[in-house]
């Protein structure tokens, strides 16, 4: 699962913390400004009766996401569009290997469910970019580097970027979540697509459209 889909219910709801939605947030954030550091459920456990509440909640939040992602990768709609779309990609881009169109299969099911959300659930994107806006970003780096044990101080940047640029916003366009598609396989060094992606893109969202609530845990 990606961003807008670990906070969505609890964005509808309106009964969470905005330190809750970005502790949904943080494991995924970690893979972009430091991936050696991982925050777990396990580790964010102790914390949960934490006197600080700010703290208790992110603590819960990062749990919220773990559990999440467990339950979103056994589900037999996750599995059987990202395979689905692994073979398609792999055939379009003549990969000889499954690892680039193996990795585009998985994310490209989540990406996509974010895009719609964003469709289906109108001013979802803007609720969650308020509640991240008001998040103290210093903070949450702080916390987390005590929860994780690691580096995790550039979060205080990173944070602050994330909500500036909003490229969640981006999903909503074919020709822009390409684009932040190849950043991603630019970051794990992965080649680049041309415009074989951007072809595909409408009938994927459909596929991921039509099984969102199957995708989405409760």
């Given amino acids: 699962m990606n961003y807008l889909a670990h906070a969505h219910r609890f964005l509808i709801t309106g009964n969470e913390s ?3 939605i970005a502790g949904t947030a943080v494991p995924d954030w970690l893979n972009v400004v430091n991936r050696k550091v991982r925050c777990r459920a396990r580790q964010a456990e102790p914390f949960v009766g934490h006197e600080n509440a700010r703290l208790a909640d992110l603590a819960r939040g990062i749990i919220q996401h ?10 037999r709609a996750f599995t059987e569009l990202s395979i689905d779309f692994s073979l398609q990609l792999r055939e379009r881009l003549g990969d000889i290997s499954d690892l680039r169109s193996g990795f585009l299969g998985h994310i490209m099911v989540e990406l996509l469910m974010d895009r719609a959300l964003a469709e289906r659930e109108v001013g979802l994107l803007d609720r969650y970019y308020e509640m991240m806006q008001s998040v103290d970003a210093p903070f ?29 916003r981006d999903y909503l ?3 822009l979540l390409a684009f932040r598609v190849n950043q991603v396989l630019a970051r794990v060094r992965l080649d680049p697509l041309t415009g074989e992606l951007v072809e595909l893109l409408p009938a994927m969202f459909a596929s991921v459209a039509g099984r969102l609530d199957e995708l989405l845990p409760t």
């Fill in 66 to 75: 773990h559990a999440d992602d467990a339950w979103f990768h056994s589900t």
């Fill in 18 to 20: 905005a330190n809750f």
């Fill in 140 to 168: 949450v780096a702080d916390a987390v580097c005590e929860l994780s044990g690691g580096r995790a101080e550039s979060l205080a940047q990173w944070i602050p970027r994330f909500c500036e640029v909003q490229f969640l």
């Fill in 173 to 175: 366009d074919d020709s």
